[in-house]
């Protein structure tokens, strides 16, 4: 059974940085792309930024674009999410999941880091 495991959540002062990472194991369920997502007190699990596997193709949502970079180091089977100029709004419980096609669901949700920005 595959896994996904993110890391590096914390507690930051806003304008500061963090970098989570989402690390694959087992049978992947993630081999076309991984997605980053959040989910903040009382909104719903919203998309953050994805990345193919093979050539490192970006998306991302508008209120993270020139904030955050997806990136993925295949040899580790690990994506990160470099979070800069981070803001209270940003706060949230940040999930990975990956998917093997363009079209099919998310799967393999780990169990969350949480980010928390102070003002």
């Known amino acids: 059974q595959g896994q996904l495991a993110e890391s590096g959540g914390g507690l930051v002062q806003a304008g500061g940085s963090l970098r989570l990472s989402c690390t694959a194991s087992g049978r992947t369920f993630s081999s076309y792309e991984l997605g980053w997502f959040r989910r903040a007190p009382g909104k719903e699990r919203e998309f953050v930024a994805r990345i193919t596997w093979s050539g490192g193709v970006t998306v991302y949502a508008d209120s993270v674009k020139g904030r955050f970079t997806v990136s993925r180091d295949n040899a580790r089977k690990t994506v990160y999410l470099q979070m800069n100029s981070l803001k209270p709004e940003d706060t949230a419980v940040y999930y990975c999941?990956?998917?093997?096609?363009?079209?099919?669901?998310?799967?393999?949700w780990g169990q969350g880091t949480q980010v928390t920005v102070s003002s």
């Open positions: 999941a990956g998917r093997n096609t363009p079209t099919t669901q998310f799967l393999g």
